[in-house]
């Protein structure tokens, strides 16, 4: 086999809290996370120089091929497997999922990638390898390497399967700009003193048991994402949750550090997409992606 194509799916926050702040920076979270339709498309080839390149199709702001997260992946695969890679990889992104909205786009490549190239080299990585080596690349890309519904702690590790969303559809939406993630977390710290004396977990149990009762979205109406708070004040929050529920949502949350919110229908969602795009809003239909392992 010379080339393969993965999906990259983006994934949303069912849940999204943190229990409190860890020793090396990071914090300590509390999260279930689903895939979504909402996907990239990636394409590898091996090649005989030993290599990495990357050209990218679609919805993407020119960043340094250096920097992209799946050029860092394929980088990271290549090490780990060490004196065995004469060969080199094409990596060829087309990109639908948009960046920097809290849907894990970058992430979701880079675990697109791992997995390919593992197919492509005679699957050398047991998936918790490639977790592994997917964690020293982002946070949520452990996530998407399994995919699914998952619960996860700590930084980002997958915890245990769940159900998932079913029979919905999901419409994403920006609900604003926003700061970068680190600078999120920083005002967070400020707000809620370093999480000392931090209540967390706050509906998640609830939300669990409704989730895996009926896999419905009315089990997110008693869900929480922490990083709602920084976005009390946008206008473009208030028009686009307004509008989903005008229209039909049963909930309509946060996704990650935002902006992107989706709004859970157990109905339709072209009125809510109509009236959002009168508003110059653009959205994303998609469904939840649910795997069997
Ligand atoms: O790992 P990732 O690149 O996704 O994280 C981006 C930034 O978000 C980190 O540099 C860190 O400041 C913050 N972060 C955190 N705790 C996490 C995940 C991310 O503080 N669990």
Aim: proline residues 3%; aromatic residues 6%; hydrophobic residues 35%.
């Amino acid at each position: 086999m010379r080339s393969v194509t993965e999906k990259a799916y983006a994934k949303i926050n069912l849940y999204l809290d943190i229990a409190g702040k860890r020793d090396d920076g990071y914090h300590d979270l509390i999260t279930v996370m689903q895939e979504i339709s909402l996907c990239d498309e990636v394409e590898l080839h091996l090649c005989a120089s030993p290599s990495i390149t990357l050209s990218c199709e679609g919805n993407f702001h020119n960043i340094d091929m250096h920097k992209n997260l799946a050029y860092i992946a394929a980088e990271a695969f290549c090490r780990r497997l060490g004196a065995d890679t004469a060969q080199g990889v094409n990596i060829v992104l087309k990109k639908n999922i948009p960046v920097s909205a809290g849907l894990g786009g970058g992430s979701a490549d880079a675990a697109a990638v791992l997995r390919g190239l593992n197919r492509l080299f005679g699957e050398p990585f047991t998936t918790d390898e490639l977790c592994e080596i997917g964690m020293s690349i982002g946070s949520d890309v452990p996530f998407c390497i399994v995919g699914g519904a998952q619960i996860c702690r700590g930084r980002g590790e997958v915890v245990r399967e769940v159900r998932g969303l079913e029979n919905c559809n999901i419409l994403v939406a920006m609900g604003g700009t926003k700061l970068s993630t680190s600078e999120q977390y920083r005002i967070l710290d400020l707000k809620y003193n370093d999480f000392v004396d931090y209540k967390s977990g706050k509906g998640y149990d609830e939300m669990l048991a409704a989730l895996d009762k009926t896999g419905s979205v009315d089990a997110l109406t008693c869900t929480r994402n922490i990083f709602d708070v920084l976005y009390e004040n946008t206008p473009t929050m208030g028009v686009v949750r307004e509008i989903m529920y005008a229209n039909g949502a049963r909930a309509v949350v946060l996704s990650g550090s935002g902006p992107s919110v989706f709004g859970a229908f157990d109905t339709p969602i072209c009125e809510a997409k109509k009236s959002l795009e009168q508003q110059g809003i653009p959205s994303y239909p998609c469904r939840p992606v649910n795997r069997k392992h």
